[in-house]
């Protein structure tokens, strides 16, 4: 059973930046694809990145791309998600997830806030 654990949340102005990560434990970190998930109040969960086993060919939703970098360590069984100038709307509880072919495995989440 994988279990992650997200942190690096936080409350930040528009224009600002942060850090998420996503640490791994209880199953083969390198063997899954990564990916960043979020639901802002009232709203469905929605895609934001993720990334292949090795880190490569990761993909973003259009909302974020050029703003937002995932990025793996697997010698650390963590993904990073650095998150640069932040937007109101980026405000969300950001969740990780991990799987072979679906999303099997999720954190509890960590909420970002971005005031304008």
């Known amino acids: 059973q994988v279990q992650l654990v997200e942190s690096g949340g936080g409350l930040v102005q528009a224009g600002g930046s942060l850090r998420l990560s996503c640490v791994a434990s209880g199953g083969a970190f390198s063997s899954y694809a990564m990916g960043w998930f979020r639901q802002a109040p009232g709203k469905g969960r929605e895609f934001v990145a993720d990334c292949r086993k090795t880190g490569g060919d990761s993909t973003y939703s259009d909302s974020v791309k050029g703003r937002f970098t995932i990025s793996r360590d697997n010698a650390k069984n963590t993904v990073y998600l650095q998150m640069n100038s932040l937007k109101p709307e980026d405000t969300a509880v950001y969740y990780c997830?991990?799987?072979?072919?679906?999303?099997?495995?999720w954190g509890q989440g960590t909420q970002v806030t971005v005031s304008s």
């Open positions: 997830a991990a799987g072979i072919d679906v999303y099997e495995y």
